[in-house]
């Protein structure tokens, strides 16, 4: 993998597609009647590309930019593009005119929601891994061709990969099993706090399991499951809520079964949310009351004070909750 400048020269006709997706009479187009330069990684095949995406996927966002720090000659990735925005939205205020501006600045680059009381901004890539590796316009070379890896483009479609101001009712409507196993795929109860709002600021805790990878000493690889908590917020704007970088702290302790309590205490300050995970924990085999054999997490036991910049300790509610035990046979 390396870094490519392409000049593209009026009325050039270059290959422009997804590259994910099967091509069609669009694939070829004339991206622009004027001399555009843009900076793009480069990759041998879609494997090489999917494969850096999970080599990404194991490594924390310090980790992630000093990677891609040494792939790159100031390289902007899109990435980049939405953090800077998050930064922004710090600043906004209520007024029109201040965001206005800010949907000016990033609007052709993000997707900005605009769905009920949602204006929030987000990256339009159904995983956030790619948004590394692919440029403002959402272009990364791949076999010699440059493809566009923006692949949302409605609030559904974001609600599905998470992380928005409303979840998706039809997931929920089908419960919190999931039979798919795949890394990072959830199951189980979850604990959702809803939105506490105060002072101009929105905030929301969930608590759930993701499967994961695990090592047994005894029996190697085996099913495993970490505990996954993720703070949201957002802040009032001109014409609804947005999402923002801030600062935040908590501190309290997670039970697992009748195991010891293990206190926690993290500091992050970036854009929401703020995700953390623990573990990975081990998926015992289990005897099912039908005589089959199965894999289950026991209870859960949460306690929490968290600490937002924008809202004050007095009134932020503490959390003291359990999620309940799971069980399956489908593994």
Not at 250 to 272: F, H, L, N, R, T
Not at 282 to 296: R, S
């Amino acid at each position: 993998m390396k870094i490519k400048t392409f000049i593209l020269a009026s009325a050039a006709i270059v290959s422009y597609a997804a590259c994910s997706n099967d091509l069609d009479e669009t694939s070829n187009d004339i991206l622009s009647e004027e001399i555009t330069s843009e900076q793009m990684l480069s990759f041998q095949s879609e494997e090489e590309f999917e494969n850096t995406i999970i080599l990404l996927r194991n490594m924390n966002k310090q980790q992630q930019k000093e990677w891609i720090k040494k792939q790159k000659d100031n390289f902007t990735s899109l990435s980049d593009i939405y953090d800077n925005a998050m930064n922004d939205a710090a600043d906004l205020d209520e007024s029109q005119s201040s965001y206005e501006i800010f949907r000016q600045k990033y609007g052709s680059y993000l997707f900005f929601a605009e769905y009920k009381e949602d204006y929030g901004v987000y990256l339009p890539v159904s995983n956030p891994i790619v948004g590394i590796l692919i440029n403002k316009n959402g272009n990364v070379i791949i076999a010699g061709k440059i493809c566009n890896k923006k692949d949302i483009n409605s609030y559904v479609q974001l609600q599905r990969r998470g992380g928005t101001m409303y979840d998706d009712e039809v997931a929920h409507s089908n419960g919190a099993l999931t039979r798919s196993y795949s890394y990072g795929d959830a199951f189980g109860a979850e604990y959702d706090s809803g939105w506490f709002h105060n002072n101009g600021k929105k905030i929301r805790l969930k608590v759930g399991r993701q499967y994961t990878d695990c090592q047994h000493p005894l029996i190697g690889d085996h099913l495993g499951y970490r505990l996954h908590f993720e703070i949201s917020f957002r802040k009032k704007t001109w014409l609804g809520w947005t999402n923002y970088s801030s600062r935040i702290n908590y501190e309290g302790s997670y039970q697992i079964g009748v195991a010891p309590e293990c206190s926690v205490s993290e500091y992050k300050e970036a854009d929401s949310s703020h995700d953390y995970y623990y573990g990975p924990f081990y998926l015992p085999f289990i005897v099912l009351p039908n005589n089959t054999i199965g894999v289950g997490a026991p209870d859960v036991h949460v306690k929490l004070n968290i600490h937002y910049r924008g809202i004050s300790d007095d009134v932020m509610p503490k959390y003291d909750f359990t999620l309940s035990n799971f069980t399956t046979s489908s593994f």
